[in-house]
């Protein structure tokens, strides 16, 4: 009877230390699953995919153009998704439009090498945006997207109150 007991015993414990093995092994599993969920899904602009945006400042008249100061590159997500949503969601203003300088020249690098620059004015309140080669339509920028994009403009994106 006390081997019996003993037998039972041992396979109870035997039970108890598979299961827990088997439920760091499902925790481990989960772990992974959870980190190929999270990869990170590069962002596109025109069907194209973002490998890198860089600014630089504008001199006294578009052409003008100083060599780029910062450099996001595809990993800085959430950058990079701010600036696709600036060219995505801008409206256009209807009319031609003539200008003459703007602030920023926003550069967008694609994985197929190809390249799309578009010319940035930004204040405060408000920005507008225009395609290097469309120079006749301007587009405004969405309005909450304003303060993201002047903090990530500025040099070693310093942190201002706007």
């Given at each position: 009877?006390?081997?019996?007991?003993?037998?039972?015993s041992?396979?109870?414990?035997?039970?108890?230390?598979?299961?827990?093995?088997?439920?760091?092994?499902?925790?481990?599993?989960?772990?992974?699953?959870?980190?190929?969920?999270?990869?990170?899904?590069?962002?596109?602009?025109?069907?194209?995919i973002?490998?890198?945006?860089?600014?630089?400042?504008?001199?006294?008249?578009?052409?003008?153009?100083?060599?780029?100061y910062?450099?996001y590159?595809?990993e800085?997500?959430?950058?990079?998704?701010?600036?696709a949503?600036?060219?995505?969601?801008?409206?256009r203003?209807k009319?031609v439009?003539?200008?003459?300088?703007?602030?920023?020249?926003?550069?967008?690098?694609?994985q197929?090498?190809?390249?799309?620059?578009?010319y940035?004015?930004?204040?405060?309140?408000?920005?507008?945006?225009m395609?290097?080669?469309?120079s006749?339509?301007?587009?405004?920028?969405?309005?909450?997207l304003?303060?993201?994009?002047?903090?990530?403009?500025?040099?070693?994106?310093?942190?201002?109150?706007?």
């Open positions: 009877m006390k081997l019996l007991m003993f037998s039972f041992l396979l109870c414990i035997f039970c108890v230390i598979s299961c827990s093995q088997q439920t760091i092994k499902s925790q481990s599993n989960e772990d992974t699953i959870i980190k190929k969920d999270q990869k990170t899904i590069p962002v596109q602009l025109d069907g194209r973002i490998e890198s945006i860089s600014i630089s400042e504008i001199g006294k008249v578009n052409s003008d153009e100083e060599d780029p910062i450099v590159s595809q800085e997500i959430e950058t990079i998704s701010t600036f949503e600036m060219v995505k969601r801008g409206e203003i009319g439009v003539d200008v003459l300088k703007s602030d920023y020249a926003v550069t967008f690098m694609f197929d090498k190809s390249t799309s620059k578009y940035m004015n930004l204040g405060e309140d408000e920005g507008s945006i395609n290097q080669n469309d006749s339509t301007v587009y405004i920028i969405p309005e909450d304003i303060l993201s994009l002047n903090q990530l403009v500025l040099p070693n994106n310093e942190q201002v109150a706007l």
